[in-house]
């Protein structure tokens, strides 16, 4: 079992920065760490992803360059630092598990056992 819980979401102008938190609890050595979003009307879409033992990261195309995954060991926390926000950033930021030992990162919310709660980020032009 692990738990997850998101923190770091808020308000801010086009062209500013954020950092999300996900404090991991549970199995980490063999799981993957991703960030999904979600905004209104939409479906729940790949952000970034990181896998726990080697802290091999991937993301999609519309965040690279602005966004950076990262983790902790000692904290059990993994972090996405966003800069550069965007308006079409604005969403509800899930961070999700899985089991994740080898391979590319998976996209599909359907391949991931564990969710957070989400915290809402609120971009502004």
């Known amino acids: 079992q692990m738990q997850l819980v998101e923190s770091g979401g808020g308000s801010v102008q086009a062209g500013g920065s954020l950092r999300l938190s996900c404090a991991v609890s549970?199995?980490?050595?063999?799981?993957?760490i991703s960030w999904f979003r979600q905004a209104p009307g939409n479906e729940r879409e790949f952000v970034a992803a990181?896998?726990?033992?080697?802290?091999?990261?991937d993301y999609v195309d519309s965040v690279k360059g602005r966004f950076t995954i990262s983790r902790t060991n000692a904290k059990n926390t993994v972090y996405l630092q966003m800069n550069s926000l965007k308006p079409e950033d604005t969403a509800v930021y899930y961070c999700?598990?899985?089991?994740?030992?080898?391979?590319?990162?998976?996209?599909?919310?359907?391949?991931?056992?564990?969710w957070g709660q989400g915290t809402q980020v609120t971009v502004s032009s």
């Open positions: 999700a598990a899985r089991r994740w030992i080898g391979g590319p990162a998976s996209y599909e919310t359907y391949e991931y056992d564990y």
């Open positions: 549970g199995r980490t050595f063999d799981a993957g």
């Open positions: 990181i896998r726990w033992s080697e802290g091999i990261t």
